[in-house]
């Protein structure tokens, strides 16, 4: 029997799954007594309700005008593939070992596939989803301190934090601080996010995530809270929390002072005022005002334009927040005082925030290679390695591979080392093709030592393990794995008994076998092959029963 992909039997699958859905839809109904089957054979029984769940699942069109016919058709096609399904596990398809192996393969792609989504992605994108919609204004002082510190280093980092958020308590300043005993560099770069500790406004996804966590459950104006991060200590102020503000495309007018004295402020301040009263909600008036008065040189030319403003791009709070207060296209803004002059803003245009489902692709993307992700990863690997036991024969390792030392990188093992049981995982034995076979799907660990990559391959077994386990106990996930099971069983019957050459040597065939390969369901072969079944297996139709009972459910 030849091997084949996930993909030849997608149409079986589509079947499988219309039909074991409704099955199941069935077993979980009322217990109350079913009305008579519609079809049966060998002891089993279809009825009304799982037809026509199935029927209406796989509709793509609208229904017909006839649906009783329609049902009846259909009808003839669920029971021919419960008879399928029933003959190749008569005929022992489960047992076979190639069907087996790609039994076993889909099973444990797709349970981890969904096993780890469940446990570490999904509920990591359900916390970016639901903060999305907020922005949060933090400041921070950093004590860096590795990770992997010394007890000694990190005790020194966690009183130097407590020591500065005492200070800050006690009526120091958090900026002056910040400027002067933070690590984070930016703290002491002006014009910069990050200067003097103030990292503006930020949303979700862009912070590790326990400064993340922080920032979005800590009280704004409460006392400082200390957050160890991988960067080190972190002692974060939560200053404002406001609706996102969605992507704005800006144009400003900026008076800046001839020099630093009050009085050039003050000139600044009146000059800027006197273009405010003079100014309303008209692009073109705006951009002409800009180009003759602004002392912005780079936009003025443009009239001003700034470009889109999103929430990666830092603009200071004040500014940011003078955005936000727009709520039309053509609105200007209030004049906006900061260190290095006065400025006008007007909205161009405004995109709305992303819908769920953008967001929810944008976040995906990334979400890989968030921290957050990979920490949850981590803990879910050490809470299975507690969990789920695990013996290697070191021996049988050694004598296997020919690798004596373990630091050794795998590369230097034989290819085709003799089939030897290397390890146990929970109650699956681990063997020298099942290791070689994720080397070669694995191709970059075989630079590495035979201890990482075989300690690696173990942690995945028990992934799969913990992640097949779980599979089972999901009803729709148990279901989706029986509907490619039943499809790929199917597949295999109807490719050995009907569409290859090869059932023409059977005498009971002879009669009903065309002289090449037929897909077609419509085809004679298929017909006489569904006939014989319904022949060896009694089975009945009872389309007086199917249509009084569809008749009964009509509105």
């Known amino acids: 029997m030849r091997p084949i992909s996930s993909s030849v039997v997608a149409g079986g699958l589509l079947l499988a799954s219309v039909f074991l859905l409704s099955a199941c839809q069935l077993l979980s109904s009322s217990t109350q007594s079913a009305p008579p089957p519609v079809a049966q054979y060998n002891g089993q029984t279809i009825h009304y309700d799982e037809v026509r769940a199935a029927w209406e699942r796989q509709q793509v069109e609208a229904a017909p005008e006839d649906t009783t016919q329609a049902l009846l058709t259909f009808l003839n096609q669920y029971l021919d593939y419960r008879l399928k399904v029933h003959e190749a596990k008569q005929a022992g398809y489960e047992k076979q070992s190639s069907i087996r192996r790609e039994i076993d393969t889909y099973t444990r792609e797709r349970a981890r596939s969904a096993f780890t989504d469940a446990h570490i992605t999904q509920p990591v994108l359900d916390t970016l989803l639901r903060r999305r919609t907020q922005e949060v204004h933090t400041r921070h002082i950093l004590v860096r301190v590795e990770e992997e510190a010394t007890p000694e280093d990190t005790t020194q980092a966690h009183t130097q934090i407590h020591a500065l958020r005492d200070s800050v308590i006690n009526g120091a300043d958090f900026a002056e601080l910040a400027r002067d005993a933070s690590d984070d560099p930016s703290a002491s770069r002006q014009g910069q996010r990050g200067f003097e500790g103030d990292l503006g406004y930020l949303s979700a996804g862009q912070l590790v995530g326990p400064y993340e ?6 009280p704004i104006d409460a006392p400082p809270k200390v957050v160890r991060t991988p960067f080190g200590y972190h002692l974060i102020d939560v200053i404002d929390r406001q609706p996102r503000l969605p992507r704005t ?16 402020r003050e000139a600044a301040r009146a000059e800027i005022d006197s273009l405010a009263e003079t100014l309303s909600a008209d692009s073109s008036a705006f951009a002409e ?15 001003g334009e700034l470009g889109w403003l999103s929430i990666d791009q830092y603009v200071p709070p004040t500014f940011r927040n003078a955005v936000r207060a727009l709520d039309s296209n053509g609105a200007i803004s209030d004049v906006v005082a900061l260190d290095h002059g006065f400025y006008l803003i007007q909205r161009r245009e405004a995109e709305p925030l992303p819908s769920n489902s953008e967001a929810e692709a944008t976040f995906r993307e990334r979400l890989d290679d968030l921290p957050r992700t990979q920490a949850r990863r981590t803990a879910l690997n050490e809470t299975l390695r507690d969990t789920i036991a695990a013996t290697v024969d070191s021996s049988a390792v050694e004598q296997a591979l020919g690798i004596d030392d373990w630091s050794d990188p795998v590369a230097g093992a034989p290819r085709n080392a003799p089939d030897t049981a290397l390890a146990v995982v929970g109650p699956d034995t681990l063997r020298t093709p099942d290791f070689e076979a994720y080397l070669q799907a694995n191709n970059d660990l075989r630079g590495s030592a035979l201890d990482d990559a075989l300690y690696e391959w173990i942690d995945q077994r028990r992934l799969d393990h913990a992640a097949v386990t779980w599979a ?12 490619f099971t039943n499809g790929l069983l199917v597949f295999e019957l109807m490719q050995d008994s009907v569409w290859t050459d090869a059932s ?6 002879q009669s009903d076998v065309a002289a090449s390969p037929v897909s077609s369901p419509s085809s004679d072969r298929e017909q006489a092959y569904a006939e014989r079944l319904r022949t060896r297996y009694a089975a009945d139709l009872f389309p007086q029963r199917l249509r009084e009972q569809h008749a009964a459910h009509q509105p």
């Not at 089972?472 to 509907?483: A, G, I, P, V």
Request: charged share 30%; glycine share 2%.
């Open 504 to 509: 023409s040597s059977s005498p009971d065939n």
């Open 249 to 264: 495309r800006i144009a400003h007018l900026h008076i800046r002072p001839d020099d630093e004295t009050p009085e050039a």
């Open 289 to 303: 005002a800009a180009i003759a008065h602004s002392d912005d040189e780079r936009t003025a030319e443009n009239g």
């Open 472 to 483: 089972r106990q999901d009803t729709s996930l148990h279901n989706e794995l029986e509907t």
């Open 213 to 218: 966590d922080a920032m979005y459950q800590h």
